[in-house]
């Protein structure tokens, strides 16, 4: 829009004379060779705000795309969270099944010793069988989830991927510490990717708006024409009236007025403050949006620490009745039912205390998401321009 514009241009022609006098028709060549050019001198600061609109649009689709890949990682490690949490309820289901075989071997020996009934036995043997059944369900579950992860990595179910686990507590480290719910969501409006998009746009529709009222301003160009031409029915020769006779040139400047243009200009400055209006309530809606999903980023998180210290307790205190029913139990002071009520709550808070851990990572990296701010996760490999995860298990 800044540069001028140029054009070359030539032709030929013949025309033919039909004269009154028989014999004395004739046919006249004539040729042409033409360059103008013309250069905007002002447009009511049309083409600068053009110009602005366009590189805050470029700005808006960058930040866009940027929010994109900030929503993919984040998905991507939600569903490793998945993953992981369904490998340990694999480990922790096998030692159940351990633990169960472990007890029906006891109670086949005191069976067969005559200290317990056959009905103790039969109850093992189906307690035994259910832990087996769990155990598949496990890990069916874990191959679900395993796939949705797959899917979620753009590869085919058919894939084969290790999954590896440790380094829970190092990805739970490099997030925090958090900062505190007021100086989030400083960081959000400073950082997140869709709000600097939608400030992007904003300032895009207000460039746009200023475009459309360069309309009331007038327009002053340059203008330059020269050529020359040739024409066979000339004595001089075709060098002559090319190179000495016929060129010519001429520059000018010519100013337009706007003094009617049927309402057009009005009715453009009109839709973009119509475009201008919409563009800011977008980004209130997104301002509102920020701050919905910061505060309720962090109330999950705090109610994630009070239940993960809940399971920890618990756990340890259900491990503590599991081995002492267990001891009642070989000595008769206790019923097998006892026991098995006791081993339940044990695999209950097990699986608590899985769920509760993964849960506060996932928790923890929702707020840095909502932040905006997921450089402890990111790497760039600035040599292929891809973004990668950092080890730490991920």
Same mark, same amino acid.
Request: glycine residues 4%; charged residues 25%.
């Given at each position: ?8 241009s ?8 039909? $004269?009154?006098v028989?014999?004395? +028709?004739s &046919? %006249? ?7 103008? *050019?013309g ?6 600061f049309a083409?600068?705000?053009n110009r602005d ?5 470029l ?6 795309a ?7 990682i ?14 340990e309820?694999?480990i ?7 633990a169960?075989k472990e007890m029906l071997?006891?109670?086949t020996a005191f069976?067969e010793?005559?200290?317990r009934?056959v009905a103790d036995?039969?109850q093992?043997?189906a307690?035994t069988s259910a832990a087996?059944?769990r155990l598949?369900n496990v890990?069916?579950?874990?191959e679900l ?7 979620r990595l753009?590869? $085919?179910?058919?894939?084969?991927v +290790?999954i &590896? %686990?440790e380094?829970l507590e190092?990805v739970?480290? *490099?997030?925090?510490p958090?900062p ?5 969501l400083?960081q959000?409006?400073?950082k997140r990717s869709?709000?600097?998009a939608?400030?992007?746009t904003?300032q895009a529709v207000?460039?746009s ?9 007038p ?7 020269a ?8 004595h001089?020769?075709?060098s ?9 040139a001429?520059?000018?400047?010519t100013?337009?007025l ?10 453009a400055?009109a ?6 209006r919409?563009a ?8 509102r949006?920020?701050e919905?999903e910061?505060?309720?980023a962090?109330?999950e998180y705090?109610t ?8 920890l307790a618990r ?12 001891q009642?139990?070989?000595?008769n002071?206790s019923?097998l039912?006892?026991?098995i009520?006791a081993?339940?709550?044990?695999l209950a ?5 899985i769920a509760a851990?993964?849960?506060l990572?996932d ?9 905006g ?16 995860m950092e080890?730490?298990g991920?």
């Amino acid at each position: 829009r800044f540069h001028p514009s140029g054009s070359l241009s030539s032709g030929s022609s013949a025309r033919w004379t039909n $004269s009154s006098v028989p014999g004395s +028709d004739s &046919v %006249t060549h004539s040729a042409n060779v033409r360059f103008s *050019s013309g250069y905007t001198v002002f447009n009511g600061f049309a083409n600068h705000a053009n110009r602005d609109a366009s590189l805050a649009e470029l700005d808006s689709s960058q930040w866009t795309a940027g929010r994109v890949m900030e929503t993919t990682i984040y998905h991507v490690i939600s569903r490793f969270f998945d993953v992981a949490a369904s490998m340990e309820q694999i480990i922790v289901q096998e030692q159940n099944v351990a633990a169960q075989k472990e007890m029906l071997d006891r109670i086949t020996a005191f069976y067969e010793s005559g200290r317990r009934p056959v009905a103790d036995l039969y109850q093992q043997r189906a307690e035994t069988s259910a832990a087996e059944f769990r155990l598949l369900n496990v890990m069916r579950d874990f191959e679900l989830k395993k796939l949705a992860l797959l899917d979620r990595l753009g590869l $085919s179910a058919g894939r084969k991927v +290790d999954i &590896v %686990t440790e380094g829970l507590e190092t990805v739970l480290q *490099s997030i925090e510490p958090l900062p505190e719910l007021p100086e989030a969501l400083a960081q959000a409006f400073e950082k997140r990717s869709d709000y600097l998009a939608v400030q992007a746009t904003l300032q895009a529709v207000e460039q746009s708006v200023r475009a459309a009222k360069s309309g009331y301003w007038p327009d002053i160009s340059l203008n330059m024409d020269a050529g020359t031409t040739y024409n066979d029915s000339s004595h001089a020769s075709w060098s002559d009236q090319f190179l000495r006779d016929n060129p010519y040139a001429s520059v000018g400047i010519t100013i337009g007025l706007p003094l009617y243009d049927r309402g057009q200009t009005r009715n453009a400055v009109a839709q973009a403050d119509i475009r201008l209006r919409r563009a800011k309530l977008a980004r209130q809606d997104i301002e509102r949006q920020i701050e919905r999903e910061i505060t309720t980023a962090f109330l999950e998180y705090r109610t994630a620490q009070k239940q993960l210290e809940s399971a920890l307790a618990r756990i340890e205190y259900t491990a503590q009745a599991l081995e002492n029913y267990e001891q009642r139990y070989t000595v008769n002071a206790s019923t097998l039912l006892e026991v098995i009520q006791a081993r339940t709550q044990h695999l209950a808070a097990m699986y608590e205390k899985i769920a509760a851990e993964y849960n506060l990572t996932d928790k923890a990296v929702a707020i840095r998401y909502f932040i905006g701010d997921m450089t402890p996760l990111i790497r760039i490999d600035t040599s292929s321009g891809t973004s990668l995860m950092e080890g730490n298990g991920i």
